[in-house]
Antibody
Framework: QVQLQESGPGLVKPSETLSLTCRVS?????????WGWIRQPPGKGLEWIGS???????YYSPSLKSRVAMSVDTSKNQFSLNLSSVTAADTAVYFC???????????????????WGQGTLVTVSS | QTVVTQEPSFSVSPGGTVTLTCGLS?????????ASWYQQTPGQAPRTLIY???IRSSGVPDRFSGSILGNKAALTITGAQADDESDYYC??????????FGGGTKLTVL
């Protein structure tokens, strides 16, 4: 059973950078799959932030692209999220998840999430 | 900007059938969007129910089914149970690695 666990500071000051790590167990990141971040502000819906492959290839949400950077550390079997210039609007529970691709021939036609971490609350406040 | 639409709330009687939908603010949803569906109870991580429009994730009971109805993706729950009371989210794949979540539907079983 693939397991994911988020970690990082629970409190970040406005204008600073939010940094989170997702450690993966029972599956080697280097074996494949994209890995993603999703967030959920208190009382609101889910929002996809971005995804990364073990090679370092990334996809980011257009609405967050200017502030997001993701990285992967295959030696530690983990991947990370950096979100810069945070404001109170970035207060949310942040989830990491595995993101399988759907192939038709040699073309990726879809992606979804199958395994999820439990989430970690990050509050942006001075 | 593309908006994925879902009913904000829905209610169903125990044992009843309910269909939740997932549409687009502009245009129609087809199988080409490879819709996926997730169930979330308060304080918990989402649980994957359906992917690629109609494929049930491992361990998901066959009471849950996915389809395309008209111009929307749909999640149908037959024989609703009390523990189906949750928030349900759809995700559409927009291509180029981009996925968009719908706003979610709060399902009440009463």
């Amino acid at each position: 059973q693939v397991q994911l666990q988020e970690s990082g500071p629970g409190l970040v000051k406005p204008s600073e950078t939010l940094s989170l790590t997702c450690r993966v167990s029972s599956y080697s990141i280097s074996s494949g799959y994209y890995w993603g971040w999703i967030r959920q502000p208190p009382g609101k819906g889910l929002e996809w932030i971005g995804s990364i492959y073990h090679s370092g290839n990334t996809y980011y949400s257009p609405s967050l692209k200017s502030r997001v950077a993701m990285s992967v550390d295959t030696s530690k079997n983990q991947f990370s999220l950096n979100l810069s210039s945070v404001t109170a609007a970035d207060t949310a529970v942040y989830f990491c998840a595995r993101r399988p691709q759907i192939w038709v021939g040699a073309t990726v036609v879809g992606q979804y999430f199958d395994y999820w971490g439990q989430g970690t609350l990050v509050t942006v406040s001075s | 900007q593309t908006v994925v639409t879902q009913e904000p709330s829905f209610s169903v009687s125990p044992g009843g059938t309910v269909t939740l939908t997932c549409g687009l603010s502009s245009g129609s949803v087809s199988t080409s969007y490879y819709a996926s569906w997730y169930q979330q109870t308060p304080g918990q991580a989402p649980r994957t129910l359906i992917y690629s429009t109609n494929i049930r994730s491992s361990g998901v009971p066959d009471r849950f089914s996915g389809s395309i109805l008209g111009n929307k993706a749909a999640l149908t729950i037959t024989g609703a149970q009390a523990d189906d009371e949750s928030d349900y989210y759809c995700v559409l794949y927009m291509g180029s690695g981009i996925s968009v979540f719908g706003g979610g539907t709060k399902l009440t079983v009463l």
